[in-house]
């Protein structure tokens, strides 16, 4: 049974604090955050391109809508949290100083995990191009001479 415990530990763990769910909130996507972790992703948002009304999920990035820029208007996932509460009681672990921070950077660290991604991909498709140009040039000598060939 206890690997079966572990599993369930993983299934309520937040992707952007890996500590348990606490006041779990479900995007548009099914993903779900702490209320809190989703408050200090939309601030850092909010910081950056002004006052949001959506929010791009930080695990698909999947466009949710809030109400009133409200991370509180998003559902909440009662399933999660009853199991939360029956896994560790209704009481949930208090949080330690600075943890607005440790979660910020971990967004931050998402973030930018994906944006290395993206400029992969920006320099990965002009090279392959080049080379499709080359080859395609390539081909294109050989048919020229061949016709010249085929002329004489
Ligand atoms: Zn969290
Ligand atoms: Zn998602």
Known sequence: MATATS????????????????????????HTFCANCLKVHLASIERNH???NFMDCPTCRLRSNLINNSIDSLPGN???RDIIERQYGT????RPPGYAQQIQDRIQKMQKEEDVGFDLEKYIKPAAAALLGILGGLLLAKG???????KK
């Open 78 to 80: 009662y399933i999660v």
């Open 50 to 52: 002004g006052s949001s």
């Open 144 to 150: 020229a001479k061949k016709m010249f060939n085929d």
């Open 91 to 94: 009481t949930t672990p208090e």
């Open 7 to 30: 599993n369930i530990d993983d299934l309520l763990q937040c992707p952007i604090c890996l500590d348990i769910l606490q006041d779990p909130k479900v995007l548009d996507c099914q």
